[in-house]
């Protein structure tokens, strides 16, 4: 064979963002298209310093066209052990990755369904859509809905935030004008001048000057992610995640530590112990909120994310995907919205689809000690025939489990995640996620992750943590399926990235490239599922402080023939609250459950009273209720926050000060 057509893939090392140093013909990623799979095999060679690096010599056969993996010359390959690491990714779990890629192409996945379009915006096109999405639609169009919320949005955000917003603007800006546009687009320096409602308290102007310095002081005392720990820092501040001070200005004082540092070398990708600091206000999970905040959560997010990686330097250019003929019923190649819209239909309140929880029930049910479970593949003739029968019999009940055998299962469950028309990570945050690693520390990794879960829709965000639980409960089982975290992360890594319409895109290079970054993010979704769907309480802040603003508006503007009959129930509600704030004071707060016919509940207010306290007191009065200690929540209602189901660790008190105005009701919730 001629030394034009040989392949030389150089050792995956273990930084986040290796890349491979492909040695290539022109016509390697036509061929290899051609060829639709690649035989992996373990090799090592010996380098000049004497270090044991792993190299694949990847030749393509002149009679079938495929490309196998041969040994080039040096010491005979080790024997084959599997990784049994938890902390970084190595050469023998990448085989892994690649051999999961050549099953997928092997498979024939969708040969009928219309392959995904995508399109990178045109320019200002992105901008315009950022703008929307963010709810300040009002900047580049004045007959926008959302004017008055937008300001009050604007109001809320921190300097990191806002230059996310001005730099949005002004591109816009430019390319309306290079189009001779009629939009009316505002300096960016009067955007941001003082609302009318900020001027009606002198004393929030100075709190909030008063937070931004102490934010301030937070994150120099932290020390942000890998490289220099800030003075005050502690031995453990590099795996500590604050949650009080808006990521991108942690991101902005790390930016400047390390220009007056000596630069260090990047950490490779282990994983470490990352610690949240207890709140006493307590933490905020997805689906703790209300529709209506989690709306602004989301407004938010987005400029909060964007602040990071313009912070970090990191440019992310959104896809957006091209309308495609899609199934409208069925279980396979069914989008999301579509298949849980059949589902709530026969079971209301789904969030995740019925069939993805029977397979994954079905894997469970058989045992997760079964060595290679999700890696092992099932027959792929019988995997197709099992699919179709499911499609007829799966709604019916009619279709035969018992005779379902477990790779099958789990090929089935890793065919509907590729079989979806629009990828689980969604095309149009699916570029960000591939840019998470381009972040210069592993903290800031975890932060924009933590920010990019919360900016998916429900659908997705509910079947992704359900996927990630899963995942982890099958590497609890490790010491017999032999699948640890990194095993389950390069196998599931190809499913959940390599969407049809993407992969088209790229070239063999970068394909290579992106096999430990994509493995990475999958790790880092597992590993940190806790922390990755848990709302940052500096989001939450900003939330509250939106709402407040929208208050003072609606009082402000508040129709005369309204006034009168507001000032009289004003009155009957100001008399409530003030008893309420009376028996505050007085040391005692009111709950009420009228979910279970309770009028109130005074219960004692000290120092260390907790949410769980207070479920504690209600179950032991309330001996009537059949209802789960579980299934019930204590929520803080009212005052600056819509409705919010508390952690049980929450310190009431500590609450009651950040809202004076909130109610406390106890509710059943649906898990």
């Not at 990448?94 to 040969?111: C, N, P």
């Not at 059949?342 to 969030?351: A, C």
Request: hydrophobic share 35%.
């Amino acid at each position: 064979m001629s030394r034009q057509q040989d392949v030389v893939l150089t050792a995956y090392t273990s930084n986040s963002e290796a890349v491979l140093a492909v040695k290539e013909s022109a016509e390697f990623p036509a061929a290899r298209r051609r060829s639709g799979f690649l035989h992996i095999q373990q090799l090592q060679t010996v380098d000049s310093a004497g270090s044991c690096w792993p190299e694949h010599c990847l030749k393509r056969s002149r009679r079938t066209g495929q490309y196998n993996v041969q040994r080039l010359r040096g010491p005979a390959a080790a024997p084959y052990q599997r990784c049994s690491s938890q902390d970084s990714l190595d050469e023998q779990a990448m085989v892994d990755y690649f051999k999961e890629v050549e099953i997928i192409q092997r498979s024939g996945d969708a040969e009928t369904q219309e392959e995904l379009q995508l399109k990178v915006a045109d320019e200002g096109e992105q901008e315009e859509a950022w703008l929307m999405e963010a709810g300040l639609a009002t900047l580049f169009d004045q007959s926008a809905s959302d004017g008055e919320d937008g300001i009050a949005l604007l109001s809320t955000l921190t300097r990191t935030q806002a230059a996310a917003v001005e730099r949005r603007v002004e591109t816009l800006k430019q390319t309306l004008r290079k189009r001779n546009k009629p939009y009316v687009v505002p300096d960016v320096r009067e955007i941001f001048k003082p609302s009318p409602t900020a001027a009606h308290s002198k004393q929030d102007e100075a709190e909030s000057t008063e937070r931004s310095g102490s934010n301030k002081q937070e994150v120099e005392g932290l020390g942000n992610g890998v490289g220099p720990v800030a003075k005050g820092g502690g031995a453990n501040a590099e795996t500590d995640i604050n949650l009080e001070v808006s990521f991108s200005e942690q991101a902005l004082v790390y930016k400047e530590e390390l220009k007056l540092s000596k630069p260090q070398s990047q950490a490779d990708d282990r994983l470490p112990d990352f610690k949240v600091s207890q709140d006493k206000t307590g933490q905020t999970k997805v689906g703790d909120l209300s529709a209506e905040d989690m709306k602004k959560v989301r407004r938010l997010v987005l400029i909060e994310m964007s602040a990071l990686f313009d912070t970090c330097g990191v440019e992310v250019k959104a896809h957006k995907a091209l309308k495609v003929k899609v199934r409208e019923s069925g279980l396979f190649g069914v989008p999301l919205t579509v298949l849980l819209d059949q589902d709530q239909r026969r079971i209301p309140g789904t969030k995740v689809p019925l069939i993805l929880q029977h397979l994954i029930s079905h894997i469970e049910e058989q045992g997760l000690d079964t060595e290679g479970v999700l890696r092992i593949p099932g027959a792929a003739t019988r995997v197709k025939a099992v699919c179709h029968e499911l499609e007829h019999k799966f709604y019916e009940g009619l279709f035969p489990w018992e005779s379902l055998k477990q790779h099958d299962t789990a090929s089935l469950l890793k065919l509907f995640i590729r079989e979806l028309p629009y990828p689980l990570l969604t095309v149009q945050y699916f570029n960000a996620f591939i840019s998470v690693l381009k972040l210069p520390s592993q903290k800031q990794q975890l932060q924009a992750l933590n920010l990019l879960v919360l900016l998916l829709p429900e659908h997705n965000r509910d079947t992704l943590k359900a996927l990630m639980e899963f995942f982890q409960r099958v590497i609890h089982h490790k010491d017999k399926n032999k699948m640890t975290l990194n095993n389950v992360a390069v196998v599931m890594a190809p499913n959940i990235f390599m969407c049809k319409g993407f992969r088209s895109k790229i070239s063999e290079q970068q394909e290579f490239a992106m096999a430990t970054g994509t493995a990475n993010i999958v790790r880092l979704l597992i590993r940190y599922q806790n922390l990755l769907w848990t709302i940052p309480k500096f989001i939450l802040n900003q939330v509250r402080k939106h709402n407040m603003e929208n208050q003072r508006k609606m009082n402000r503007d508040r129709a005369v023939k309204k006034l009168l009959k507001k000032m009289a129930y004003d009155r009957e509600r100001a008399t409530e609250r003030q008893e309420r704030n009376t028996e505050a004071e007085g040391g005692f707060i009111r709950v009420q459950a009228p979910q279970f016919l309770m009028v109130s509940m005074a219960i004692q207010l000290t120092e260390d009273l907790k949410a769980s306290d207070v479920l504690t007191r209600f179950l032991s009065q309330e001996r009537s209720v059949t209802v789960k200690r579980e299934d019930l929540c204590l929520y803080e209602m009212g005052g600056n926050i819509k409705e919010r189901c508390l952690d049980e660790e929450t310190y009431i008190k500590a609450l009651l000060e950040l809202n004076p105005s909130a109610e406390w009701v106890i509710k059943s919730v649906q898990h």
